[in-house]
């Protein structure tokens, strides 16, 4: 069977798995989660070969280049054939301050030892 000439947006994300349901999905949609080519996409917005889908999932944007439409749920690795992922990779985690250790039983930091472990905090 050829692949169709457009596909819904909700249908295309949730079928490549970029989201649990479809519902999922078309919520993302409703909320202005998923763009597709810079614009907010309802629910019934065709997606096109090339069309560039960015989805707002799990607290990052992930970027991707639809590559072939597809209107069912397929496994994981045929469904990795379909887009082309343009995610950046996240930036390096900058390591955080050594905890400052007291003695244990020495008591409460006077005013000046705080004052100094705010310096060594960075606040």
Not at 19 to 44: E, I, M, Q, W, Y
Not at 76 to 81: D, L, Q, R, V
Request: hydrophobic share 35%; net charge positive; aromatic share 4%.
């Amino acid at each position: 069977m050829p692949d169709p000439a457009s596909v819904r947006v909700d249908s295309w994300a949730w079928a490549v798995r970029l989201f649990k349901t479809r519902s999922a999905a078309s919520d993302a949609c409703k909320a202005g989660h998923l763009k597709v080519n810079g614009d907010r996409a309802k629910p019934a917005q065709p997606v096109k070969v090339g069309d560039e889908v960015r989805a707002f999932v799990a607290g990052t944007e992930k970027i991707y280049i639809a590559r072939r439409l597809i209107a069912k749920r397929v496994s994981a690795s045929a469904a990795s054939e379909c887009f082309e992922d343009r995610t950046p990779p996240p930036p390096p985690k900058t390591e955080a301050p050594a905890a400052v250790q007291r003695e244990r039983g020495s008591g409460r930091p006077t005013k000046r030892e705080r004052r100094q472990l705010d310096h060594l905090r960075g606040r």
